[in-house]
């Protein structure tokens, strides 16, 4: 399977950006401008979306067996005590990705306009995408879950509403609030 250079040239740099020092300021990610040197070369005609397909479902599949991979070594896929910062930090993270699968679906599947502000790039922080620090202050996990909040709570409130409109009469005894949560 031919793997595209720009793919790999774009994983590579995600992946060095992820790894680094660690010592990096908390700072946001740039998100640069799409590249536009496909369309004006005519390569996308050549491109055959079933093999695209493939290839873009294989890196799902390649990336969860290598995740698995490195759990099973690490023994982490066994039950074992987290402490709270490490569960506090792999919650903050998750949910940060999340937030980008959230924009995906609410922008994507047309439940928001394209040009409305919720569909606008997300600019992740530093610590997103940097390898885990379980050394962090609680103090840093607060300013980092404030982070979560302020930067979900449009989104949020955009994919609950669409939820409860999508339920609102169809479910017999529903209960209010969609996305409720103790």
Same mark, same amino acid.
């Given at each position: ?12 740099? *995600?992946?060095?950006?992820? =790894? #680094?020092? /660690?010592? %990096?300021?908390?700072? $946001? ?72 699968? *959230?924009?995906?679906?609410? =922008? #994507?599947? /047309?439940? %928001?306009?394209?040009? $409305? ?66």
């Amino acid at each position: 399977m031919l793997i595209s250079t720009r793919f790999l040239a774009a994983a590579s740099a *995600l992946t060095l950006a992820a =790894c #680094g020092d /660690g010592g %990096a300021p908390d700072t $946001d990610i740039a998100v640069s401008d799409p590249p536009s040197d496909v369309a004006e070369t005519g390569e996308e005609d050549s491109v055959d979306p079933w093999v695209l397909i493939i290839e873009s479902g294989r890196w799902g599949v390649l990336i969860n067996r290598a995740r698995e991979g490195a759990m099973l070594k690490s023994g982490a896929d066994v039950e074992r005590e987290e402490s709270d910062v490490q569960r506090i930090d792999d919650n903050l993270r998750f949910a940060a990705l999340d937030l980008v699968r *959230l924009r995906d679906v609410v =922008c #994507g599947e /047309g439940v %928001a306009a394209a040009d $409305d502000p919720v569909c606008a790039p997300i600019q992740l922080p530093y610590w997103v995408l940097a390898a885990p620090d379980y050394s962090i202050s609680l103090n840093e996990l607060q300013a980092r879950s404030d982070w979560v909040a302020e930067a979900s709570s449009a989104l949020v409130g955009v994919g609950c509403k669409a939820g409860e409109e999508a339920v609102s009469g169809t479910i017999e005894g529903a209960p209010p609030g969609f996305c409720s949560v103790e």
